[in-house]
């Protein structure tokens, strides 16, 4: 009979199916935000990758943008030099997802939660200048439960709400960080300065401000 044959091809079929990424996450805006103006010339970003890596598998592949290029996205938006002497690097460390499996809680009528997403990040900011020199650093962690035999929108959905949850407090620490640790490189007069190019962008290692940085009207 051929009805066997059949019934073991649609298991594979489906298997291969379910094998396709999620769809990518849309990135984070933080436009809307107040810049952070620093007494800068340069400003680079450094995404030194893991080195501390965790015990748990890193998933980081899966999923789109990464804890990296989000960090990224939110440097070039926040981050402005308006200086004409010194530096400043945003170093991204252990930035990673890592996938666990849970005891499944389930019962007869609903789902359980059997997997566990971790997100974490290690963020520094050096600075060197007339001022002399200031590091702020901060790092966060995240996590989120998947159902059983979770879906790609589901897998998608709750990596959407782990990385939004964690560069929230990455935007909260760091800005704080910042603001107690390099007081004395902001700049609050309203500035035309330069930004770190966003993600996507030729790769560029350095962005200097004007050398005549001018009042904004």
Request: proline share 9%; with cysteine; glycine share 6%.
């Amino acid at each position: 009979m051929r009805v066997p044959r059949l019934a073991v091809l649609i298991p594979f079929l489906l298997c291969a199916c379910s094998s396709t990424p999620p769809a990518p996450v849309s990135p984070l805006d933080y436009a809307q935000l107040d810049k952070i103006n620093l007494d800068v010339r340069d400003l680079t970003f450094t995404d030194r990758g893991i080195d501390m890596p965790p015990s748990s598998p890193v998933i980081n592949d899966q999923f789109s943008p990464t804890i990296a290029d989000s960090l990224h996205n939110w440097a070039s938006q926040r981050l402005q030099a308006v200086g004409i002497a010194g530096s400043a690097n945003i170093v991204v460390k252990n930035a990673y997802v890592t996938e666990q499996g849970m005891k499944s809680d389930s019962d007869w009528f609903e789902r359980g939660q059997t997997a566990r997403y971790t997100g974490h990040a290690d963020v520094e900011i050096e600075a060197r200048g007339a001022e002399g020199y200031a590091l702020a650093t901060a790092n966060a962690t995240r996590s989120v439960t998947l159902p059983n035999n979770a879906d790609q929108d589901e897998k998608r959905d709750a990596y959407r709400a782990l990385l939004n949850g964690l560069m929230q407090d990455l935007n909260n620490y760091i800005d704080q960080a910042i603001h107690s640790h390099m007081s004395e490189f902001i700049v609050t007069a309203p500035i035309i300065g330069s930004k770190i190019p966003p993600v996507g962008t030729p790769p560029a290692t350095q962005m200097q401000a004007p050398e005549s940085p001018g009042v904004s009207p």
